[in-house]
T-cell receptor, first 110, second 113 residues
Framework: AQTVTQSQPEMSVQEAETVTLSCTYDTSESDYYLFWYKQPPSRQMILVIR??????QNATENRFSVNFQKAAKSFSLKISDSQLGDAAMYFCAYLNDMRFGAGTRLTVKP | DGGITQSPKYLFRKEGQNVTLSCEQN?????MYWYRQDPGQGLRLIYYSQIVNDFQKGDIAEGYSVSREKKESFPLTVTSAQKNPTAFYLCASSIDLTAYEQYFGPGTRLTVT
């Protein structure tokens, strides 16, 4: 079975600083999509960013960007200029198989 | 507004009772999914459906059942056979199975005592 691993159960960042959340995955496919979802205390799952595996360019969405290393099967999320509203659980997802990582709880300190 | 609705937000049941969780979408999506979320375990797939009258088991289907009689609706029944039903349940949909990007409802917290 394909797996998605988030090795950091908790992370903390100072407001306005940058933080990187890690994710590795396992797949034998060559074409796939990867996603980062945010789950704030309301528990609503919000799509943050997506990456198509065939694209070499890393995806960016405003303050959110990814570092996609296909050969290493690594898909990290970088949050720049962290804001208090970024505090949430973050899930990495390989949705070809409908699989999610266990999540990383991000705390933002004022 | 287009979106996914789940009701109710909180649900309480006695052990031994079946309970049905509602999920409705007006996004005109073909594919729908049910996930279970427990603390520290991320989301685990219970069932998914790629089209009306068709659905497939996910990783943890035992003790659950679903139906897909309408494109918009994908209700989940938690049966008395589910050994540990207390959890947060999330419904999601996508354009189809190949579109992969999933949109989520607000979830239902089920507590069984």
């Amino acid at each position: 079975a394909q797996t998605v691993t988030q090795s950091q159960p908790e992370m903390s960042v100072q407001e306005a600083e940058t933080v990187t959340l890690s994710c590795t995955y396992d797949t034998s496919e060559s074409d796939y999509y990867l996603f980062w979802y945010k789950q704030p205390p309301s528990r609503q799952m919000i799509l943050v960013i997506r990456q198509e595996a065939y694209k070499q360019q890393n995806a960016t969405e405003n303050r959110f960007s990814v570092n996609f290393q296909k050969a290493a099967k690594s898909f990290s999320l970088k949050i720049s200029d962290s804001q208090l509203g970024d505090a949430a659980m973050y899930f990495c997802a390989y949705l070809n198989d409908m699989r999610f990582g266990a999540g990383t709880r991000l705390t933002v300190k004022p | 507004d287009g979106g996914i609705t789940q009701s109710p937000k909180y649900l309480f049941r006695k052990e031994g009772q079946n309970v049905t969780l509602s999920c409705e979408q007006n996004l005109n999506h073909d594919a729908m999914y049910w996930y279970r979320q427990d603390p520290g375990q991320g989301l685990r797939l219970i069932y998914y459906s790629q089209i009306v009258n068709d659905f497939q088991k996910g990783d943890i289907a035992e003790g659950y059942s679903v139906s897909r009689e309408k494109k918009e609706s994908f209700p989940l029944t938690v049966t008395s056979a589910q050994k540990n039903p207390t959890a947060f349940y999330l419904c999601a949909s996508s354009i189809d199975l190949t579109a992969y990007e999933q949109y989520f409802g607000p979830g239902t917290r089920l507590t069984v005592t």
